[in-house]
């Protein structure tokens, strides 16, 4: 982990500044959760593959009911597939990320959320397993793209003004793996990430 050490410095050092903006005028806060993923066009489907997620964000109000949102998150991805022989059919991979979620929310009755936004992402972590049938490539970042972006969608339900839960929809916007110049169409292009989060959130403070 030693290596990743300068990475996570630089996405904090651009993510702290925000922070030493005036209280009164941001909210900021933590959450962390469990994601339910799957890889599109490796040919295993279902949202098998559990793993957590975590980070802190800050938002801003900048119309009434509406405010953007800045994230650092770390988060698993994979695929997890076992079959009725589980001596021939098996498959596992996990794809570990440091992301940087930007999105726009609106808030209804200080209660119902919905957001949408980008997340760039680099990843740090490859690791799996699979059986001899499917020759994926699955150790060593080196045969996937190290920086990606996705799409998010979600929403959330605030039970007090500090404390609430969201659960969100993330996909890539290009494949991971390197794509393939032969494609016809974009879809076929390389594997896609397909993310369900499931996350509790704590407000640190909020503005009175």
């Known amino acids: 982990m030693n290596k990743n050490r300068p990475l996570l ?23 962390g959760g469990l994601n339910g993923s799957q890889v599109d066009r490796d040919g295993y489907g279902g949202y098998n593959k559990f793993s957590l997620n975590a980070g802190a964000f800050v938002n801003r109000e900048f119309a009434a009911n509406f405010f ?38 609106y808030l209804h009755e200080g209660k119902y959320q919905a957001e949408i936004g980008i997340s760039p992402d680099v990843l740090i972590k490859v ?5 001899p049938q499917y020759p994926a490539p699955i150790e060593g970042i080196g045969e996937y793209n190290r920086f990606g972006i996705n799409i998010l969608a979600g929403v959330g339900y605030w039970f007090h003004p500090n404390v609430g839960v969201n659960l969100r ?5 290009i494949p991971f793996t390197p794509m393939n110049p032969a494609a016809v169409r974009y879809w076929y292009s390389g594997w896609f990430h397909n993310v369900l989060s499931l996350s509790a959130v704590y407000k640190i403070f909020h503005p009175k």
């Open 68 to 105: 953007w949102q800045l994230e650092i998150k770390y988060g698993g991805r994979g695929v997890y597939h076992r079959g009725a022989d589980i001596t021939t059919e098996f498959f596992r991979s996990s794809y570990q990320y440091i992301e940087l979620p930007l999105s726009v929310h």
């Open 9 to 31: 410095l630089i996405l904090l050092l651009l993510f702290l500044p925000v922070l030493g903006l005036q209280a009164q005028e941001f909210n900021a806060g933590i959450f």
């Open 169 to 173: 929809f993330t996909y890539s916007v």
């Open 127 to 131: 690791a799996g397993s699979h059986d």
